[in-house]
């Protein structure tokens, strides 16, 4: 970049800003250009007597510097803040990546026993600073961690004292792997660039430029404020250290979760017991109903087969005594005739005649009434037994739909049961929350409210069908005496 400029009076602090404005627009306009040798850049605002051949970033860096030492001169100082304006903005818009954000990938760690701070921390010297006020001011931690943000640092932390900003700053880069990486590619930057840790120590006058390099052991245990703020928020540790401390809690987490999947385990085997004795309960259970059901058909035709005999019977005996009073007719009649023979051939006192005539006449008369007695005996007794086997159909029809009901209620409860028993495994059996475990979960609970609803539907409809069939027995208790009543009066 060739920097030709006719203003060669001094300006004032107060006329930084504006002097700035003007050089930058000239940068912008191409007034003033860049002149670049391969890969090499100069500075148009240094004599040709100082290093003219930069890189980009640390071009970048030699212009930050010196646009922020306070003891250069207020036109020193503009242009140069113009110039990093200017080169940001034309790596802002450079499709490349910009040099001096691509960190150098650092070599192998050679000794994994070596003592780094952890968390992860950089050391950041030569901060430029000047006197503002009565005290030192520099760079907030907010600007330098933006110029390191390819680094990914979590915080920049200035170190300051009672007289200010001491040019020093602590880099930290959290306490993982990542962390790790990009504290190596911070170091490995610096060094490449000659300006790491050696490049510091090494040289008296560092001139303007930022030093940095990661914090190990003897930074750790240096006296001072870098070595005080190192040993209070961090300590040392190695790869090695952090690598068995890792499989330590790792070790540790697998037997936590082993010891939890065992208790969940046993806890499920010990559902699958209660559910499989509950089970056996339940068919034990289902077994002796059926047992009493049964008793309760065989008790139910029993007592039908007792009074279908006892209606046949008092039909039988109707029947006989009809066919007894038809003899006893058939006699009367007989005897009539003979006394109507017996009067016309021998002239037989007719007195004693018709008095025997009239007393068969009401011996007759009885027979008939008897005999008409005895057709309504036998219409009533027919009677009854069509209502009776009218109510015992009834009777057993109810009864059937009582026991179809309870059967079904019976079946209801063990399906719930049995869902209830499945559903307890289901919820400690081991998974994560979107296996299908949990999909099996809200089926099962599904179903199981399913069950319940009809359970309590059927509940009213089964004390019914209790209080019909406990009518039905008393009415069949009642028509049995009232058969055995008429029995006994005839």
């Known amino acids: 970049m060739d920097h030709s400029s006719d203003e060669d009076t001094e300006i004032s602090d107060s006329e930084i800003d504006d002097y700035e404005g003007k050089i930058y627009a000239r940068l912008m306009s191409g007034d003033l250009k860049v002149n670049k040798n391969g890969e090499s850049y100069t500075c148009p605002f240094c004599s040709s007597k100082k290093k003219n051949n930069y890189s980009k970033s640390s071009l970048v860096q030699h212009a930050s510097g010196i646009g922020a030492a306070p003891n250069r001169q207020a036109k020193e100082k503009a242009t140069h803040r113009a110039l990093v304006k200017h080169l940001k903005n034309e790596l802002a818009k450079s499709p490349e990546p910009r040099p001096q954000l691509i960190p150098i990938e650092p070599q192998p760690l050679q000794n994994r026993d070596e003592k780094f701070v952890w968390p992860w921390m950089g050391v950041l010297v030569n901060v430029p600073t000047e006197w503002k006020d009565g005290r030192q001011v520099g760079e907030s931690g907010n600007r330098l961690k933006d110029q390191l943000s390819h680094f990914c640092p979590l915080k920049v932390i200035p170190l300051w004292t009672f007289r200010g900003h001491t040019g020093n700053a602590i880099v930290e880069f959290g306490k993982d792997w990542n962390g790790f990486r990009n504290a190596r590619a911070f170091e490995s930057h610096f060094a490449a660039a000659g300006y790491g840790k050696r490049d510091w120590i090494g040289k008296n006058n560092q001139g303007s430029e930022l ?120 006699e009367l009649d007989v005897r009539s005739k003979q006394l109507d023979e017996l009067a016309a051939k021998s002239g037989y006192d007719r007195r004693n005649i018709e008095q025997e005539k009239q007393k068969n006449a009401v011996r007759s008369s009885h027979l008939k009434l008897a005999t008409l007695e005895q057709q309504k005996a036998d219409e009533n007794v027919l009677k ?12 057993l029809k109810k009864i059937l739909m009582l026991e179809q009901q309870l059967d079904a209620k019976q079946k209801l409860e063990l399906e719930i049961q049995q869902l209830k028993g499945k559903l307890k495994v289901m919820e400690h059996m081991p998974g994560d929350e979107n296996s299908t475990s949990k999909n099996k979960i809200n089926e099962l609970s599904e179903a199981l409210q399913e069950k319940i609803d009809e359970l309590d539907g059927m509940e009213s409809l089964n004390q019914t069908l209790v209080i019909k069939e406990s009518k039905s027995n008393i009415e069949l208790q009642e028509a049995r005496n009232e058969l055995e009543n008429v029995d006994g009066h005839i």
């Open 211 to 330: 030093y940095g390099w990661f914090a190990r052991a003897e930074d750790y245990n240096s006296p001072g404020l870098i070595g005080d703020h190192l040993r209070k928020n961090g300590d040392l540790k190695s790869l090695n250290d952090l690598a068995k401390e890792g499989a330590r809690k790792t070790d540790k987490l697998v037997a936590n979760l082993a010891s939890q999947i065992e208790v969940k385990n046993r806890y499920a085997q010990e559902l699958e017991c209660k559910y499989s004795e509950t089970t056996a309960s339940l068919e034990k259970m289902m077994g002796q109903r059926e047992q009493l059901l049964q008793s309760y058909n065989e008790e139910i035709r029993k007592m039908q087969q007792l009074a279908h005999r006892h209606s046949q019977r008092i039909i039988d005996e109707n029947q006989k005594l009809r066919s007894e009073l038809d003899t006893k007719m058939n």
């Open 384 to 395: 009854l037994v069509e209502e009776q086997k009218r109510e015992k159909h009834a009777a």
